[in-house]
């Protein structure tokens, strides 16, 4: 069985974002970009599934600008066998990403698709589901752990919801989206990073792959929460009285 | 404690110095023998001379750390002093309260507890001048502090002197993004100003892992090394300027922000390593170098000590100008802080090696930075030099190598009692001083090795479920006998404190150490900075 793992590109999980002067986004220029958290997560989980001997080969995938690569090359020296890369210019939102996965998926055949459950830069949430839906696959999103059944073809997926664990069973292929509770992801050892330099990326184009890139949402603008007002120390219990209902209103 | 438990031995030593005295030895032939007598031998001679009917202090000759007496010329707190402080500081910053008294009366590693009744927090500049010049007047010993982080006694009151904690003087007071030039007050935490450094895109020369509590004003005052220092250099390149405090009150400002300037003698040196005792620094003006946007981690094993020497010249050569921060630890520090510390891994896959080391580059080039670290790493490791290795892939990973070179201190303390040394030494000979430890200690204790080794400093740790002097006994003063015989420094960056007072010969002629105690006499002639630390007792009579 192969095992497809999508990647994203972020900004890395520990910088201290800041907003764009014109507002039209957040500060990406000499910022640390690193692989999404959940996605090394996915990557790990692939991995796993692999070394028990359920898969024959895992790919990582990643989409956008030349540099994803560097992501891709992460990912390899982790452990992945095979990287692809879908060059693009514009920043693509998940019902374009999902249907760049859907014919990648048509031309890999992978018995499994993992992603992170979503983006740290977005938080949108949304391509796992969108995926599922447009292959017509089970998904088991939100994943704190995965079982395999390979006779039955079979996933068992534990899934961290409000309410608690739900847990589901998949028939293959399916999606999986993971959480941040379903495994510590490896460190990329140097032998492992040194085998990456040789292993193949392949290159595909938004043309080649026929998928158009006209997205309906538009990004008006980005602002900064409001900044924390500082606390008052109040000296009566009458006065808290006062301002509970007077100022905020809530008695 | 240590000074009560040193008493018997005191004893002991005691009736040897007065039997050799007795047998007249001459003085030079002593100095000759050994160096490191000196001290207690002028202050028999002193005591007699004297006619003081008081036995001797501490001695020199055995193994036990110093016992130290109250300085008699030193006055006790009255409540006129009390209500002089109130009235020119404020009710809140004249602290008596006994449970906040405790804390700063203890360091941080709880082996020096102090018995000062007072704790002042000036908020000014003129504060300090005033309160010195009070003390000064009144001949109240007064101890300065910061946070309180210090590694050899010299934050804490030995008897009951003043503690003047300058944490309220925490503003920075300007900052200038063209050349770097950050000016702020003594009392600010070194993590703040990292935090406000890095939104202007600059950070601090000198980063440590007290830098949560630690202020610059301490920092400066020892002279703090820290993990950058290899591509950085010392506090003395980087600091341009400092105001400091005088014990009479007299106020020195040499807060100059200019990168050069040779107008007479560089006084602010003398301040910087002090650690307090010629004055109280109360600002400081230093050079930040520039945020770089590409820092690149790697955490290694190898398989003996040699191996990491060769890895470090390699390093020196082939990441050059790159080159950030190369520490190394070896794997009982690594099984300490697995076993003591939550929410640690050990990066390398299962087999544990021999020798860790941590590798930091910083530079201006994310992929040419990545790629020469790639390249040095794979020679390194085709070269046999290195046998297994992680580089870092996002900034949490970055963190969490540091967490395990950085925690080694705290695992140490939650392991029990322990024993802390400091030392510089020649890179080829550094652990050549564990092997022996380890073999002296047998099954007494556990040594631990670790340190910046591209600074040739080693941090020898002695671990034992509790303090005994049988222990002690075995490391002093072999360490120090060791290391100065390969010329070494007893403190590389800790200081001498109260810890080291009377150690500094083992580092430093006898005639350096008289200078230094006439240049203490001239800026401080009552004594009343930081007594009983940094210089040796003897010094003082």
Known sequence: MKIMVA??????????IRVKPD??????????????????????????????????????????????????????????????????????????????????????????????????????????????????????????????????????????????????????????????????????????????????????????????????????????????????ILSSVDELIDKLKNEAHVI | MEKLRATSSLRRSLKSILNRQLSSVSETRYLNEKRSCQPTFNLIRDH?????????????????????????????????????FKQLLGEKSVIQDEDRLETVNTDWMHKYKGSSKLLLQPRTTEEVAQILKYCNSRRLAVVPQGGNTGLVGGSVPVFDEVIVNLGSMNNIISFDKVSGILVCEAGCILENLISFLDNQGFIMPLDLGAKGSCQIGGNVSTNAGGLRLVRYGSLHGNVLGLEAVLANGDLLDMLGTLRKDNTGYDLKHLFIGSEGSLGIVTKVSILTPPKLSSENIAFLACRDYSSCQKLLMEAKRKLGEILSAFEFLDIQAMDLVLNHLDGVRNP????????????????????YDREKLEAFLLSSMEGGLVSDGVIAQDIN?????WRIREGVPEALMKAGAVYKYDLSLPVEKMYDLVDDMRTR?????????????????????????????????????????????????????????LMKANKIYYSKSPETVKTMGSIKKLLDPNGILNPYKVLPHSLNS
């Open chain 2, 441 to 497: 200690l047998g099954d007494l204790a556990r040594v631990i090795g670790y340190g910046h080794l591209g600074d040739g400093n080693l941090h020898l740790n002695v671990s034992a479920a509790q303090y005994d002097d049988k222990i002690l006994e075995q490391i002093e003063p072999y360490v120090y006998e060791w290391t100065s015989k390969h010329r070494g420094s007893i403190s590389a960056e800790h200081g001498l404190g």
């Open chain 2, 348 to 367: 390398l896959p299962a087999t544990m090696h021999n020798f860790y080391v941590l590798i930091e580059t910083t530079g201006s080039d994310e992929s």
């Open chain 1, 23 to 232: 507002k039209s986004g957040v500060e990406t220029q000499n910022v640390k970009m690193s692989m999404n958290p959940f996605c090394e997560i996915a990557l790990e989980e692939a991995l796993k599934i692999k070394e028990s001997g359920l898969a024959k080969e895992v790919v990582a995938v990643s989409m956008g600008p030349s540099n994803c690569v560097d992501t891709l090359r992460t990912g390899l020296a982790m452990g992945a066998d095979r990287a692809i890369h879908v060059e693009a210019s514009r920043d693509l939102v998940p019902l374009t990403v999902a249907k760049l996965l859907k014919k990648l998926v048509e031309i890999e055949n992978p018995g499994l698709l993992i992603l992170g459950k979503q983006a740290i830069d977005d938080d949108c949430n949304q391509t796992g589901q969108m995926i599922a839906g447009l292959l017509g696959w089970p998904q088991g999103t939100f994943a704190s752990k995965v079982v395999f059944d390979k006779e039955k073809q079979v996933a068992t997926v534990d899934r961290e919801v409000d309410g608690g664990l739900e847990t589901l069973c998949l028939d293959l292929p399916a999606v999986i989206t993971t959480d941040l509770r379903l495994n510590q992801p490896r460190y990329a050892t140097l032998p492992n990073i040194m085998k990456a330099k040789s292993k193949p990326i392949k290159k595909f184009t938004l043309e080649e792959l026929n998928v158009e890139i006209k997205s309906d949402i538009e990004v008006v603008q980005v602002t900064e929460p409001p900044k924390r007002k500082a606390g008052v």
């Open chain 2, 397 to 401: 990973q970055a963190s969490s190598f």
């Open chain 1, 7 to 16: 990647v994203k590109r972020v900004v890395d999980y520990a910088v201290k």
């Open chain 2, 48 to 84: 007699r001379n004297l006619g003081e009917a008081n036995p001797i202090r501490y001695r020199c000759f055995s193994s036990v750390s110093t016992v130290v007496q109250r300085n008699p010329s030193f006055s006790t707190l009255n409540p006129d002093d009390i209500s002089y």
